[in-house]
């Protein structure tokens, strides 16, 4: 399975019900210089090592001509898409894309190579392995921004519980477990997914289910049609890792950018 070819694709959609609009926001970086968020999650992956294509999919025509001008690969698929895996499985289907397939969403231009490195490594090495996401262990300062989002109402970023074996038993929007911190994990769920390319095929034969609907998580699926998903925890390496979930968050991302230097 050593061989098996690496595509990344970036979804990207225009019309977020938090955040409409929200993969052309401009992000600051450490030069002054602003670049959309959907260029910046496009830069992110184009750094991981061992990627053979990386494909932006998005229905909108302005997306589209962003990262087009930086010369990225577009492939536009249908507005009917509910979520960024249904993306990815029309540009596998329409492309007859094989090996792996890596969704890294258009929301997290902070994603250190190394975790998409790690999520292709874990795959490569087990190939019983469908779908796979890494993991991130919430510092005291990332656990404090996720109860202060609940506490002021809004929806970011998801949080996963594992079972011994590392497998997924759920995802939520909500800070989980009840009583995290100190010696009980939390785990921030980091916005990448990697599948084989007949995971994506069957995820689009799966009706959504009750839980994915109400925690508006599109993972879920797997898991309420009972097929696993493996998680693979990863180091930030001192990295403040964070999503674009609403326009609160354009602030901790501009000034994660501005902290590790990137222009």
Known sequence: ????????VVPARYASSRFPGKPLVPLKGASGAEKT???RAWEAAMAPTGVDR????????????????????????????????????EVVASLDLSGIVVNL?????LTPPWFVEALIAAMRADPTIDVATPVLRCSDGALADFRADRAAGRVGGTLAVLDRNGRALYFSKEV?????GGE???????GVYAFRAAALAAYM?????????????????????????TCVPVDAR????????????VERVEAALQSRGIA
Request: aromatic content about 4%; overall charge negative; glycine content about 8%.
């Open 238 to 249: 001192g990295a403040h890792f964070w999503e674009v979930n609403n326009p609160e968050d």
């Open 184 to 190: 009980v994990p939390a785990w921030h769920h980091v």
């Open 105 to 109: 969403q258009g929301d997290a231009p």
């Open 176 to 180: 989980i477990p009840f009583g995290a």
């Open 54 to 89: 990386v494909i932006v999919a998005t229905d909108d025509d302005r997306i589209a001509e962003a990262v087009r001008d930086c010369g990225a690969e577009v492939a536009m698929t249908s507005p009917e898409a509910r979520n960024g895996t249904e993306r990815c499985a």
């Open 37 to 39: 968020l959907v260029v």
């Open 205 to 229: 034969e799966l009706a959504p289910g009750m839980l994915e609907t109400a925690e508006g998580l599109e993972q879920l699926r797997f898991l309420e049609h009972g097929l696993p998903v």
């Open 1 to 8: 399975m050593s061989g098996e070819a690496v595509t990344i």
